[in-house]
Nanobody, 126 residues
Framework: QVQLVESGGGLVQAGDSLRLSCTASGHTFSNSNMAWFRQAPGKKREFVAGILYGGRNTYYGDAVKGRFTISRDNAKNTVYLQMNVLKPEDTAVYYC???????????????????WGQGTQVFVSS
């Protein structure tokens, strides 16, 4: 059974930083492309960032480029999302996702991912 468990969410002020973690179990993490999505109230879930299985290539949604950084530690089966200069519009539930079946992930396409975490809430006050 594959499990993804996110942590690190919370309440911060605009301009602050926060780091999210997603720890995986039940599959070969180092062979999986990983991504972060988020969903704000009343909005569709959107792609935030993705990282190739080896960690060398990263991809970002336009809204977070230059502020967020995705990374992974395959020895710890964990993917991270470092979020800097947070804005109120970053308020959302953040989800970790794994694509365990292909190495050519269409990053922003939710159906590419076969496992999802339960989400962690991030609230940014102005």
């Amino acid at each position: 059974q594959v499990q993804l468990v996110e942590s690190g969410g919370g309440l911060v002020q605009a301009g602050d930083s926060l780091r999210l973690s997603c720890t995986a179990s039940g599959h070969t993490f180092s062979n999986s492309n990983m991504a972060w999505f988020r969903q704000a109230p009343g909005k569709k879930r959107e792609f935030v960032a993705g990282i190739l299985y080896g960690g060398r290539n990263t991809y970002y949604g336009d809204a977070v480029k230059g502020r967020f950084t995705i990374s992974r530690d395959n020895a710890k089966n964990t993917v991270y999302l470092q979020m800097n200069v947070l804005k109120p519009e970053d308020t959302a539930v953040y989800y970790c996702a794994a694509d365990t079946t292909t190495w050519s992930t269409r990053w922003a396409t939710e159906s590419e991912y076969d496992y999802w975490g339960q989400g962690t809430q991030v609230f940014v006050s102005s």
